[in-house]
């Protein structure tokens, strides 16, 4: 390791994933690594865990925000370090991630990763060409955050505002976004998503409550462009198809990404406007085994 400021990784985590064992693997001797559970049913409690610098951290119960907001919430404030890494146990973290991220810090400032969503049951595959459009090519043309690979300091945003926010909303990295600019690298993690009809129902919902409250007029933008080449779509099939087909072929290579579902575009896209509309519509969602009721940014019930 090199001789760089010691760094807090926060992971919320129910149980020991591969990724706890990757990052484990790859603190150095000042670092810490906080697994952040919510209650001790969680299966995590019950490994034993010997790694130095590892330690479970018990958040609690969710009231008035998200499981995950409600981690990285009491991760901030128990963190002994003022850099923070925040990253998610569901995708890969290479042996060369940790320090790849610091470095990155120190020459860009705070720095984010970009997210490939691969889809584990059939709708979330069908969507998939289209979450490569909508969802991880603006992340990286606008160097917008994705909470699964954040790394920032303390005194980088107005910490004290910024936890009290967290502690009544959903999104973590939609929150962040508010209030930090970063640099996106040219690194994209495949994160599997989905695996129940459930799960790819839910997801999008999540998304578009997302964008509706911290970010509306990019929900409205997706929307009508989305109408528009659906529209387009019924009217010219074969130009459209060709199009969607050969476009989401270029942003799969843009995102240093192969994958055959960008054949999938325009198919998808009969899914994708449905799905948005009925995302924007609902009020209600599960995400991590809870249901959540989300009336307004800073209004969130958890319901079951």
Not at 17 to 29: I, M, R, V
Not at 266 to 272: K, R
Request: proline share 7%.
């Amino acid at each position: 390791m090199t001789d760089r400021p010691p760094v807090s990784v926060l992971l919320p985590t129910r149980q020991w994933t591969d990724s706890c064992a990757e990052l484990a693997a790859q603190l150095g001797a000042r670092d810490e690594l906080l697994l952040i559970h919510d209650t001790p049913a969680d299966p995590i409690t019950d490994t034993e865990i010997q790694t130095p610098g590892v330690q479970r951290l018990e958040a609690g119960e969710p009231s008035g925000c998200s499981g995950k907001a409600n981690a990285i919430r009491v991760g901030i404030k128990t963190a002994r370090h003022d850099r923070l890494v925040w990253t998610d146990d569901d995708y890969h973290h290479p042996p060369d991630w940790l320090e790849t991220m610091v470095t990155d810090y120190d020459t860009h400032g705070p720095v984010s990763e970009v997210p490939y969503f691969l889809g584990r049951d059939p709708l979330s595959k069908l969507l998939e060409p289209l979450y490569a459009s909508a969802a991880s090519l603006p992340l990286h043309l606008g160097n917008q955050i994705w909470g699964g690979a954040v790394v920032f300091e303390r005194d980088d945003i107005e910490m004290a505002a910024f936890l009290d926010e967290l502690g009544k909303t959903v999104s973590d990295d939609g929150l962040l976004m508010e209030y930090l600019s970063v640099t996106s690298m040219d690194r994209t993690r495949m994160v599997p998503i989905g695996g129940s009809i459930r799960d790819a129902l839910n997801r999008p919902i999540r998304w578009t409550q997302i964008l509706r409250w911290h970010f509306p007029g990019a929900i409205v933008a997706t929307a009508v462009l989305a109408v528009f080449v659906l529209v387009a779509g019924v009217l010219f099939p074969l130009p459209v198809a060709l199009f969607m087909t050969g476009s989401h072929l270029l942003v799969n290579e843009y995102l240093g990404v192969r994958q055959w579902t960008a054949i999938l575009a325009y198919p998808s896209l009969f899914v994708f406007v449905p799905i948005l509309l009925y995302g924007l519509t609902q009020r209600t969602f599960v995400w991590g085994g809870r249901r959540y009721r989300w009336r307004g940014k800073y209004d969130v019930s958890v319901i079951e």
